[in-house]
């Protein structure tokens, strides 16, 4: 559909009972320069008078849908959305959090300006706790709810549309598959477009608290081994040796393997669940922000999974979901375990290398009859399917 003012943008909005904090989202919806939008904004059963101040709003752009029961995160209300949505493009907001005025007005420049493109996103500033502000502006920031814009178009390599999650990365996961499966048309815009405002009453709080502290301690403590430059290359060698097409570096860090496998003509890309690590500064637009057992790919689709001292540290009772996903997505797959230092920080699931090797094989992959080789002081091993 389209207007004068250029073609709608449906904004979908989620909400449960956020009566005293919605009123700055639609407000910043409102004083948008791009005209031409439908606000829909599904709430999520909420017991508090959300629906009175989504009400007091009274513009005729803005539709309310109350569902009769709660489905317990925000993935279904916004997949909802999507079914009644009528614009060409679609964008998100969350009910705590606001855009800037020009928000969807440089968005969509940017995707009309670039033949073929089918989203675009901008720079964010985090309003933390005790009044600080971090802006994250960069190609490799990780996309959150809010932060882009996606055509009709964009949907028909996501049909799942949003996956409800318990560790609260829906958003990451969603803008990840669009990014993973629209190579070079997913558009940039280096500036500061939404505002995120986060506090303790939100499920996103904690993990962002107890993440970004962490994975700042824990980096500056432990130096990733494949900053090593001889260890690099070990296991550059390795999985040169295999002669793969594509390669998928899971829990990439600061993306050291990318760089010299891009030199030898692989098509190697990385994704980490870390937003903190700057892995702009190795392998621009080759990273996305993801986790090992929600993966933006394909099934089959990556010829070598490399998955080099990050299993140890998942927690046993999710190592099931993230074996799986590896299997799904990969071909082939090289392992790097830490088995000899179970009390190392970070480390969760700590076991000896015929553990691993079994469950390997319990979930779809076969070990290599290779020998196990030993390297910076991890077993490494191969597996296929």
Not at 289 to 315: F, N, T, W
Request: glycine share 8%; net charge negative.
């Amino acid at each position: 559909m389209t207007s004068r003012d250029g073609p709608l943008v449906s904004i979908i909005l989620p909400t449960y009972n956020r009566a005293g904090q919605i009123g700055r989202a639609i407000r910043s919806v409102l004083a948008q320069t791009y005209g031409s939008w439908e606000l829909l904004v599904i709430d999520d059963a909420s017991t508090d008078n959300t629906a009175t101040v989504v009400d007091s709003f009274a513009d005729p752009r803005i539709f309310r849908v109350t569902l009769p029961y709660n489905c317990g995160s925000p993935a279904r209300p916004r997949n909802i959305g999507l079914q009644l949505a009528r614009g060409e493009f679609m964008a998100y907001i969350d009910d705590d959090n606001a855009w800037r005025p020009r928000h969807l007005e440089r968005l969509l420049e940017a995707v009309r300006s670039h033949p073929g493109a089918v989203a675009a996103y901008g720079g964010k500033a985090h309003h933390l706790p005790d009044g600080s502000i971090e802006e994250i502006c960069r190609p490799d920031q990780g996309i959150d709810t809010q932060d882009g814009v996606h055509s009709r178009a964009a949907l028909a390599a996501v049909p799942e549309g949003w996956v409800g999650s318990d560790f609260a990365h829906e958003d990451a996961e969603f803008w990840g598959k669009i990014v993973a499966r629209h190579q070079g048309r997913v558009i940039w815009v280096p500036e500061v477009l939404s505002d995120y405002y986060i506090h303790a009453d939100q499920r996103y709080y904690t993990g962002y608290q107890n993440t970004r502290m962490y994975d700042r301690a824990y980096y500056a403590r432990n130096p990733s081994r494949l900053a090593r430059p001889d260890v690099c290359r070990a296991f550059v060698d390795l999985i040169l040796a295999h002669r793969p097409r594509t390669v998928l570096d899971v829990g990439c860090g600061e993306a050291w393997l990318l760089g010299p496998l891009r030199e030898q003509g692989v098509a190697a890309w990385g994704v980490d669940p870390s937003a903190d690590l700057a892995v702009v500064t190795r392998a621009e637009g080759l990273c996305v922000r993801a986790r090992a057992d929600s993966l933006p790919c394909r099934d089959e689709s990556i010829d070598l999974v490399v998955c080099i001292d990050v299993l140890q540290h998942i927690p046993e009772a999710r190592l099931g979901h993230t074996l799986r996903e590896l299997a799904r997505v990969g071909r082939r797959f090289l392992f790097a375990v830490d088995t000899a230092n179970p009390s190392a920080e970070g480390h969760r699931t700590l076991h000896g290398l015929d553990w691993w090797l079994a469950r390997c094989a319990d979930h779809g992959m076969t070990p290599s009859p290779a020998p196990v080789l030993s390297l910076a002081g991890l077993s490494v091993f191969f597996a296929e399917v």
